[in-house]
């Protein structure tokens, strides 16, 4: 068993990492395989804000324009995309099931996509 440098915990010879703090722990022959840097010096990934902003701008237009179907009495048809103040029928009705389909995907893209091009501060 070796101590770890930071907790002071007793590890398994074989273990690189603490356990329970996370730090780099040193072998016999070898350094510190990463040390740790405290605060200001390393450096935070941030998701990107502008592809954040994109997402909401298109979860609230996608409200405002919802996927149209025909009401319950008539077949099931796709009516398009319209404002919610104008439906293409007066009797149609917003498709609950694909807004949502919308709404999710348009979501998890955002955040997908501000991960991905996230940026260092």
Request: proline share 10%.
């Amino acid at each position: 068993m070796k101590p770890c440098p930071a907790c002071g915990r007793a590890l398994p010879e074989i273990n690189r990492y603490c356990t329970y703090c996370g730090t780099g722990v040193a072998g016999d022959n070898e350094e510190s395989a990463t040390p740790r840097t405290s605060g200001a010096d390393s450096a935070r990934d941030q998701l990107n804000l502008h592809i954040l902003y994109g997402m909401v701008t298109v979860l609230i237009v996608s409200v405002i324009m919802p996927p149209w179907e025909t009401p319950p009495s008539q077949p099931a048809a796709f009516l398009g995309f319209h404002f919610i103040l104008s439906p293409p029928q007066p009797d149609a009705i917003v498709s609950r099931l694909l807004l949502t389909i919308e709404l999710t995907t348009t979501a998890i893209a955002g955040l997908y996509l501000s991960f991905l091009f996230r940026s260092k501060h």
